[in-house]
């Protein structure tokens, strides 16, 4: 099976700041990695998809990135809906995996 | 609009079974994969299985394979997980997606609000 491990697992941050959250696959996964944005008591919501590609409706402000086994979600401007749980994802192979998830307070 | 709404939780004896359902609207369910993810209490997010749009194909997390048992009727607009055998470590909140293939990538666009099962003696 394929891990995904996530980093930082929680972090601390201010509406206006840039947050980066990245995440290590145990092999390589080319370009199939997503990334999941989860609030309290809710559904998660796609953000990023296959590595880079922004989900309708999502505000550019997120952006993915990455190859292989290292990919990033960066969060330019942090707004207060932000504060939330993200999850990564790889979609390379089954079983499916999610990273840990980082929690991203204020 | 997308629509996805599970049901079928609530609270189960060890061993005993479970059918849940996942019932979709506004779009062609015939089209696409549909995935069920689960989240126990306080946890992260744990792929559980998937079936293809068509059924020709269903895959299992290594945790529930040989007890847990995915099928779609096209005709109803419904996805089905049939969870026999269950443990309290099977106890989380269940959720459908709809999910995108394309190569060797796959994403959940949607997903329902999720039902709750709880197995516990």
């Known amino acids: 099976d394929i891990q995904m491990t996530q980093s930082p697992s929680s972090l601390s941050a201010s509406v206006g700041d840039r947050v980066t959250i990245t995440c290590r696959a145990s092999q390589s996964i080319s370009r199939s990695s997503n990334w999941y944005q989860q609030k309290p008591g809710k559904a998660p919501k796609l953000l990023i998809y296959a590595t880079s590609n922004l989900q309708t409706g999502v505000p550019s402000r997120f952006s993915g990135s990455g190859d292989g086994t290292d990919f990033t979600l960066t969060i330019t401007s942090l707004q207060p809906e932000d504060f939330a749980t993200y999850y990564c994802?790889?979609?390379?192979?089954?079983?499916?995996?999610f990273g840990g998830g980082t929690k991203v307070e204020i | 609009q997308v629509q996805l709404v599970e049901s079928g939780g609530g609270v189960v004896q060890p061993g005993r079974s479970l059918r849940l359902s996942c019932v979709v609207s506004?779009?062609?369910?015939?089209?696409?994969?549909m995935h069920w993810v689960r989240q126990a209490p306080g946890k992260g997010l744990e792929w559980v299985a998937l079936i293809w749009h068509d059924g020709s194909k269903k895959d299992f997390a290594d945790s529930v394979k040989g007890r847990f048992s995915i099928s779609r009727d096209n005709s109803k607009n419904t996805v089905f997980l049939q969870m026999n055998s269950l443990r309290p470590e099977d106890t989380a909140v269940y959720y459908c997606?709809?999910?995108?293939?394309?190569?060797?990538?796959?994403?959940?666009?949607?997903w329902g609000q999720g039902t709750l099962v709880t197995v516990s003696s």
């Open positions: 506004g779009f062609t369910f015939s089209s696409f994969d």
């Open positions: 997606a709809r999910v995108v293939r394309l190569s060797s990538s796959s994403w959940a666009e949607y």
């Open positions: 994802q790889q979609s390379y192979s089954t079983p499916l995996t």
